[in-house]
Structures are given as C-alpha cells and as structure tokens.
C-alpha cells in the first residue's frame, strides 16, 4: 500500500502534467502568437487571383486603412495562352465586419468588387463585375 507522502507525489505530478498539456492547448496554431491578428490592413499585398477568361493571374494591392475607410492603388496581370494583360487602377472600400472587407477595384472600362476576410495575414475572398456575369476568387498576403 501507497503511504500518504507517495499518493501526495503522484498527485501533484498528475497536476504538472496536466497543467504542461493545458499550456500547450493554450498555445495552439490558432492562438498563435507569432502570427497575430491584423487590426489594420495598411501595406503592400500579393498574390493570386482566379479568373474564368485566363490561365493565371497575379495581383497586387496597396491598401490604406483609415479607421474602416479602405483607399489605395492595385496592379494585377492576367495570363492567357502566354499573352499577358497588365491592369491598374485604384481600390476603395470598408471595414464591413470584425474580419470582414468590401473592396471595389476601378479600372477604366470595369468595377470589380470583393468580398474578402482576413485570416491572419491572409486577405482572401471572391470577386464580381459589376458590369458582366464574371466572378472568381482571390488571396493576397500581406509583405
């Protein structure tokens, strides 16, 4: 039989194991502390961007963000069959939620707005035309 200085030790090692796994639950990918949560979006993001007329695309937005007022200037390249179209022209939106984003990206000739959520330092989401039936996705990483 255990005496009771033994039951003692074997409880508080069963403490210290459980408050170890406890720290590390705590310190999961989703909390993670190297990667925190954006609270304003201001810089220069690139990546990809999904259209259903091209092969590929690439997109680069410079965002401002003042309170929930969104302005700045994109670039975006679009690739069809090795024949590349250079796009640019400004963006403007707002904060519409807590991770939430409406960004209308204005070229001469087309209003594509997007719909985007932030996820760490990822801005990803869908796009639409506002003057043809085109959509399709995009994600862009913050520099």
Same mark, same amino acid.
Request: glycine share 8%; hydrophobic share 30%.
């Given at each position: 039989?255990?005496?009771?200085?033994?039951?003692?030790?074997?409880?508080?090692?069963?403490?210290?194991?459980?408050?170890?796994?406890?720290?590390?639950?705590?310190?999961?990918?989703?909390?993670?502390?190297?990667?925190?949560?954006?609270?304003?979006?201001?810089?220069?993001?690139?990546?990809?961007?999904?259209?259903?007329?091209?092969?590929?695309?690439?997109?680069?937005?410079?965002?401002?963000?003042?309170?929930?007022?969104?302005?700045?200037?994109? !670039?975006?390249?679009?690739?069809?069959?090795?024949? %590349?179209?250079?796009? *640019? &022209?400004? #963006? /403007?939106?707002? =904060?519409?939620?807590?991770?939430?984003?409406?960004?209308?990206?204005?070229?001469?000739?087309?209003?594509?707005?997007?719909?985007?959520?932030?996820?760490?330092? !990822?801005?990803?989401?869908?796009?639409?035309?506002? %003057?043809?039936?085109? *959509? &399709?996705? #995009? /994600?862009?990483? =913050?520099?």
């Amino acid at each position: 039989m255990k005496s009771f200085n033994q039951k003692l030790q074997n409880l508080l090692k069963m403490g210290l194991l459980a408050t170890i796994i406890l720290s590390f639950a705590a310190c999961s990918e989703e909390n993670d502390p190297m990667s925190p949560q954006l609270t304003n979006i201001t810089g220069e993001w690139e990546g990809t961007l999904n259209h259903p007329g091209y092969d590929s695309g690439t997109l680069t937005l410079q965002i401002i963000q003042s309170n929930d007022n969104i302005s700045g200037d994109y !670039t975006m390249r679009l690739v069809k069959n090795n024949n %590349i179209q250079n796009y *640019s &022209g400004t #963006l /403007s939106g707002a =904060k519409t939620g807590n991770n939430n984003y409406s960004i209308t990206m204005t070229v001469t000739t087309t209003t594509w707005i997007c719909t985007l959520t932030l996820n760490s330092v !990822t801005l990803s989401g869908e796009w639409e035309s506002s %003057i043809t039936s085109l *959509s &399709g996705s #995009l /994600s862009v990483q =913050k520099n």
